[in-house]
């Protein structure tokens, strides 16, 4: 994993680690749009979510409301997108297990559009064949 940027976190300059535990660590880099936006990643290298340990789970589901808390005091976001990409396919372009938690905000050009306008949206559907 000598190329991983969650594994060797002084790789990516402005990546800082915001809150940690045991287990897991919420890590930012400073954004223009979304702000506040960042990632859980275990701390050990998964691949995927579906290769967390039990510990992990419980560690990043209590990370998750470390980070809600901190995100809604910090910049009162209207709603959240939370989720996991798994995969190239599935957009994953780090392969190092990592849950995006982004804060969405009613003034924003894209509001309500959140993960499943993608299962709506006829332009992806699959070709036959």
């Known amino acids: 994993m000598e190329e991983c940027p969650f594994c060797h976190l002084e790789s990516v300059e402005e990546q800082e680690v915001i809150l940690r535990n045991e287990h897991c660590m919420f890590l930012q880099i400073p954004q223009e749009v979304l702000i506040g936006s960042g990632i859980i990643v275990p701390i050990e290298h998964r691949e995927t979510v579906f290769d967390l340990t ?3 789970w419980s560690a990043t589901y209590s990370l998750l409301h470390e980070v809600k808390a901190l995100l809604d005091e910090k910049y009162r976001p ?8 798994c995969n190239t396919t599935g957009g994953q372009h780090i392969m190092h297990a990592h849950l995006h938690v982004i804060p969405r905000f009613s003034d924003e050009p894209y509001a309500g559009k959140g993960i499943r306008h993608w ?7 699959q070709r036959p064949g």
Do not use: R
């Open 78 to 85: 209207d709603g959240y997108n939370i989720g996991w990409n």
């Open 119 to 125: 299962l709506k949206s006829i332009e992806n559907q």
């Open 54 to 56: 039990v510990d992990e």
